[in-house]
């Protein structure tokens, strides 16, 4: 990583805060809604010789690498940063008249409804097919991972051994009872991975397997996941699952903490991951400029810089993760097309509903 990209993430690290992040499921946006969200946001007109990105990724997690991409190219970048409904709801809005090149968001969930929403163009490239495996992008490739997020389990090394962990599923078991703690079912993060366990295990052993999570849980489920991290290391329970970052950041906060990460499933499909990642948009009016952006976000230092920012996996398998996480280990993960987070995820909100998952 050259050293003033590296200066210019470390500037921002330091500024980075969580921000909350919904899925496009269930907005119910009538044409009122819309309209009002078009007041709200800025407008933006877009130059001859610049890009316009709409991002759900933190202006934090970007500005660096769209400032290094100017430096590199000349090309300038301008952005908007909200959360993934709005922005969808907006690309939906304004149509051809778009402004938007690029469309950045988090959660494969989210990248599939814009694709089937029809905001996303399909694109042929090389590069990005060499770089990006082909469970981290749309079949049709209309968007491409740029990074992976693994939602794993957390253990409390004081009350819990690793060699009594083994799948997502055995967190059902009896010897977990008011042992778990979940986040809400409400986040797209655990719609997401259940989505992908209807399609691993079938609706029946998933619902099976969802209601003995209920069952064992030692509290209501949490907003977030560093709160629920905080309720195993304050011993109100034991384990529960979170994405990998947020265990990076509570580490960097508390290095002392008394928690771990278990990989699990690693005698069968393997870990659950997730994306976030990036499409250009249908009425993109810098298409070759956006697809060179796009391709330059999956290769070398600017993939590493995109997953170092927030502790996350780069997506391109030929870059090495940052040294904080190449330190928890290497895992297994699952490469079923991370499309089934997306596709499946309106039957996993109501299977979650129907086993009283909250």
Known sequence: MSRELAGSLDACAGRHQARPRGPFFGTGRGVASVLALMLVLPAVSARADELIVYSERNESLIKPLFDAYTKETGVDIRFITDQAGPLLERLKAEGESTPADL?????????????????????????????????????????????????????????????????????????????????????????SLVAMMLERLGPEETAR???????????????????????????????GIVNTYYFGRLQREKPNVKLALFWPNQDSNGVHVNISGAGVTRYAKHRAEAVKLLEWLSAGEAQGAFADMNLEYPANPQVQPDPAVAAWGSFKPDTINVTVAGSRQAEAVMLMDRAGYR
């Not at 409804?113 to 590069?127: I, K, R, Y």
């Open 103 to 191: 469309l950045i968001t988090v959660d494969a969930g989210n990248l599939w409804l814009a694709a089937q929403e029809g905001v996303l163009a399909p694109v042929e490239s090389e590069t990005l097919t060499a770089n990006i495996p082909a469970h981290l992008r749309d079949p049709g490739n209309r968007w491409f991972g740029l990074s992976v997020r693994a939602r794993t389990i957390v253990y409390s090394t004081e009350r819990v051994s690793p060699g009594d962990l083994t799948t997502y599923e055995d967190l059902a078991a009896p010897k977990w009872k008011h042992r778990l703690c979940l986040r809400t079912s409400k986040k797209v993060y655990n719609q």
């Open 209 to 239: 397997v969802v209601r003995g999570w209920v069952n064992n849980l030692a509290t209501e489920p949490f907003a977030n996941d560093t709160k629920l991290m905080e309720a195993i290391a304050a011993g109100q329970c034991d384990v």
